[in-house]
């Protein structure tokens, strides 16, 4: 079965860090671009940032710029979301998936995992 399972979400104060982490089961993520999404209470879904299959290329929301960084480790088949400098308002859950570019249209999905930036 082909599955992205996320982890690393939790409660974290305003200010603080947290790191997700978005590993594959099933499948070789080398060959896939991986793209972080966030969905908040009564909000629409929105784009996050993605990073290439080969990681040489990456794109963020002016919202999370110069504060989120995303990674990958290929030989752990994993994807990595490292988030600092935390507002309230990226408060969310925070989904993975995978697309043949940034661009593509998602094949795979993770379940989810929630984070919650508040004092």
């Known amino acids: 079965q082909l599955q992205l399972v996320e982890s690393g979400g939790g409660l974290v104060q305003p200010g603080g860090s947290l790191r997700l982490s978005c590993a594959a089961s099933?499948?070789?993520?080398?060959?896939?671009?991986i793209t972080w999404f966030r969905q908040a209470p009564g909000k629409e879904r929105e784009v996050v940032t993605c990073?290439?299959?080969?990681?040489?290329?990456?794109t963020y929301a002016d919202s999370v710029k110069g504060r989120f960084t995303i990674s990958r480790d290929n030989a752990k088949n994993t994807v990595y979301l490292q988030m600092n400098s935390l507002k309230p308002e990226d408060t969310a859950v925070y989904y993975c998936a995978a697309a043949l570019s940034c661009q593509g249209s998602m094949r795979i999905w993770g379940q989810g995992t929630q984070v919650t930036v508040s004092s």
């Open positions: 099933g499948f070789t993520l080398n060959y896939y671009a």
């Open positions: 990073i290439s299959s080969s990681g040489g290329s990456t």
